[in-house]
């Protein structure tokens, strides 16, 4: 089987979710624009005050004008009404019906003398009431309400008015002619304001004014409200926008004898065409212009955010959809060994969180190879897409299948024991044995299948896997065309201490031997060519108990024993780097197990470069995630205390599975590693729309690109098109014992042929040393399962797979 990749949950990802990232920076700037616009509107008010308190201050005055006009009026009339109604108590006509014993015809001349007053020019007087002691004595006009006649016994001349009705603006002026006494006389005079004034103050036309006369209480006498001009602003909301001290009504004390403390009150609302226009035309302008400077300014600052959340959307999609071919077989249309990987971690997890069961199967199909070289491969991929097919219709919904290896499949049944799994997989063996009408593969599909259950047998992915691995193999031995359920007696393809014990054992002889040999690989500028760097890799040698250096991280991983491998790997690397001239960058691997844990931190490594004569400023420092990080907020402080130090750190493997995009979602890189997956698939659209979408990620946070892998020059004139910053792979160097290459040629690499011939393969150390050093504890596993224990007490290979090899000399401590 094959490395782990690690996982990584896409909807918590800050660099490909984002879904609120729009929303958070439009609120965020519309507080601040809030909080920007304040100041200028405050510094404006002050200016709409002051233009507006000087025509306040004008038309305070114009009211003041108009209610002295008021009380000239008002008095000049009042004494007309005196005089002449002096003289008619001197008539006949007036004396006849104050007369004992006046009739109804007495009454009627004597009230049309008292109409005498309401022909006056001015017409305010709408009625006149002569009464005395015995009641009504005449009356001419509108009638009198005796109760707004005053209390008491008035004296001799304008002695009192009493209220009228506001509504018509009409008041009640009463006058004693005869002096008082029991019988007196009182002549009623019902005087019309409203009449009055336009009669005698004709160019008050103030629009929307009230008229009004009080009394030496403050209270109102009567009232005149003229048309409202619809051109007028309230004198209130005025007041409220200039925060005026002025009054906004015109006052006038009236001068009559007899009605002491009276005044007249004019208001009304300041007119538009009073208001300087052009100097608040100006100061709307400006508030206008700064909206509209503020509006603009926002749609600048949104449209990029607006295209980073597209951008960051399109990565999203771009990411999704690579990802489901990454993890899709071609050829059965089943899950690949990345997807059943992925798989059941997740479904581990359930069962851990939530106590859910599930079932793994294992299979493989008999007889394979024979048909293959009897045959040819073109019928043996059709017997691998016939089973994909029997697979699919086979299987629940909530099932899942996978095609994990060359001829292996697995099942993951979800909600499933061992005793369901093995009625699943005996159906699908009797399917596969029956006569097929139809289908690319028509002959009968043998193959034998190992099942264990979760939490029933295993409960880490380590587990589950090599026992359905070892119950697998167990059923071959016996035979094949089986389903052979997980035995804890006859089974031990789990790893226990006992082979954790022998791991690490192993493992102590490679560091305490010295066999970690370093090798160097170049990285190289694309803009110029030249080598501005090497990655430092080890190996181990053939007499060693490991079959390759792959295997032997893997057994670190197994045995935890990552912390003392990369301790060692770094001293070979740093010990032989002392040819490396000073101008070089020297990348040197770590993984983030190491950096988070207490034993391994930036002091330790500072310490190591010390040792070696290397400047922190040289050293770029490379995680590649083999699993998922224990402890992030720990890991987080040492990558800053190692960039504070001066080292850059560089995300190894980004798009190999989910582990650098993880990395590049929770920390802050100075380099970004763009995986060879990527590089070497970058002809096809999907994935050169992920990379240019990495690019221009790391373009944005000032991070540097290097691509691995790079082996033909299409693929090295994409990635210079994409304006990758810089490269390694077979085409540009191998790694090797060379540490003086200075420049490459890469235009004439670039003018080779696609088709050319490849590079000759490297041997099996060189590969291994320069691939990523990720996870392969299903492998070591799964093969441990049927291994053997050899002479010097370490285990030998089965079908190849094994993490050791059996050695010719049993290595020393």
Known sequence: MHPDPPQIDVSRDPILDGRDSLRLVKLRLALTLITVAILPIAAVSPLVRAAAEEARVAHHQRLDSEAGQVTTAFGREVAGIEAQAGSMFSTASVQAVLAPGANNGTRATASGTLGGLMRRDSGAVVGVTLRDASGVRAAYGAPLDPTLLP???????????????????TLVLVSLPDGGGQNHLELVTLISLPALLNYSTPSVKIPGETIGLIDGSGDAVATYHSAFDPTALPGQVLDIATESAHDSDGHSNLAVDGLDGWSAVVSAPIPLASLPLGAIAALAALVITLIGFTLWMTRQIIRPAAQLEASRSRLRELYESAREAALRDNLTGLGNHRAFQEAVARMVEGSRRYGTVFSLVL???????????????????????????????????????????????????????????VGLARRLLGRGLEDRGSGSYRGPISFSAGVTSCPEFGTTRLELTAQADAALYRGKRAGRTVVTVYDPEKDHGHVDEGMRAELSSAISAVIDSNWLTPVYQPVVDLASGNVVGYEGLVRVPRESTFAHTGALFDAAEVAGRVIDLDRAALDAVLRGAVNVSENLDLNLNVSPRTLESVEFNATVLLAILKRHNVRPERVILELTEREAVQ?????????????????????????????????????????????????????????????????QLANRWGAQTIAEGVETPAQLRTIRKLGITSGQGYLLGRPGTERDIAWVDL???????????????????????????????????????????????????????????????????
């Open 151 to 169: 209390d008491g016994n008035p004296q001799a001349g304008l002695t009192a008015v009493a209220g009228g009705t506001e509504e018509s603006g």
């Open 363 to 421: 299979l493989d199909i008999d007889e394979f190879k024979r048909i293959n070289d009897t045959r040819g491969h073109a019928v043996g991929d059709q017997l691998l897409a016939q089973v994909g097919e029997l697979i699919r219709v086979t299987i629940r919904h909530t099932d899942a299948g996978f095609r994990v290896g060359g001829d292996e499949f697995a099942l993951l049944l979800p909600h499933t024991d061992a005793g369901g799994a």
């Open 631 to 695: 402890n992030p907020e720990r890991l987080r402080v040492a990558i800053q205390a190692v960039q504070r130090a001066g080292i850059r750190v560089a995300a190894d493997d980004v798009g190999a599975g989910n582990a650098g995009l993880r990395l590049l979602s929770q920390f802050k890189f100075d380099v970004v590693k763009i995986d060879l997956s990527l590089v070497q698939g970058a002809r096809q659209d999907q994935t050169l729309s992920v990379l240019t979408s990495l690019v």
């Open 747 to 813: 235009d004439a690499l670039e003018a080779r042929e696609d088709d050319a011939p490849a590079p000759p393969p490297p041997d099996l150390a060189t590969l291994t040393a320069s691939a990523p050093r990720t996870l392969a504890a299903t492998a070591a596993t799964g093969s441990a399962a049927a291994a053997a224990t050899g002479p010097g007490g370490v285990l030998a290979s089965v079908k190849g797979r094994s993490l050791l090899r059996k050695p010719t000399k049993t290595p020393q401590a």
